[in-house]
């Protein structure tokens, strides 16, 4: 427990489980078998996720019958972890103007903190900012502090701005005056 950081009451979290489980594995099986028992931990966890790839062209099929000409794009939001076959997990994914997010990853329960709403509206802000803006094809900001930004987890989600930096918002701006030229 100690090598891999963990608490004895940390092994009521699934996370610490499975850290814990894949160490003791690596010392009793061969590599080859040890990548294939990851691989299948793996497949099996995306089965309980949803392919953000097929939400994007359900929401797509779905909204193209009655597009309204006023609306730049369209974002499915879901409670349930997403992935893509390139991605294990992801906070939001987009296919040209129409984008899905999931707020899984941004839940106390999740990140095993305590409740805290104003932290989930502001983490969840976030992220439609970053989808919102892919609707309308600005691509993504490298600004660390933008909230466009990438995060690689969530610290790095919760250090970013609520705001998109002044070269998004340029960008944006720009955007809509195109849209509304259209
Ligand atoms: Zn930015």
């Not at 003791?24 to 995306?46: A, Y």
């Not at 992935?83 to 997010?101: A, E, K, Q």
Request: charged fraction near 30%; include cysteine.
């Amino acid at each position: 427990m100690r090598e891999i950081q963990a608490q004895n009451k940390s092994v009521a979290d699934y996370k610490t489980r499975k850290k814990y489980v894949l160490y003791v594995l690596k010392r009793s099986i061969s590599d080859q078998e040890w990548q294939e028992f990851n691989n299948l931990v793996e497949k099996l966890e995306q089965e309980g996720q949803y392919d953000a790839d097929r939400l994007t062209t359900t929401l797509d099929k779905k909204t193209s019958k009655t597009h309204d000409p006023n609306v730049a794009g369209y974002i499915g939001i879901t409670e349930q972890d997403i992935y893509t076959s390139d991605y294990n997990f992801l906070y939001g994914w987009h296919f040209y103007n129409i984008g899905v997010m999931s707020y899984h990853r941004f839940t106390a329960e999740f990140n095993d903190e305590q409740q805290n709403r104003p932290r989930l509206r502001e983490r969840f802000a976030k992220q439609l900012i970053s989808s919102a803006f892919h609707t309308f094809d600005i691509p993504r900001c490298t600004s660390p502090l933008c909230a466009r930004a990438y995060p690689n987890d969530i610290e790095e989600h919760d250090r970013k701005k609520l705001d998109p930096c002044s070269e998004c918002r340029k960008q944006l701006e720009q955007k809509i005056r195109e849209y509304q030229h259209d």
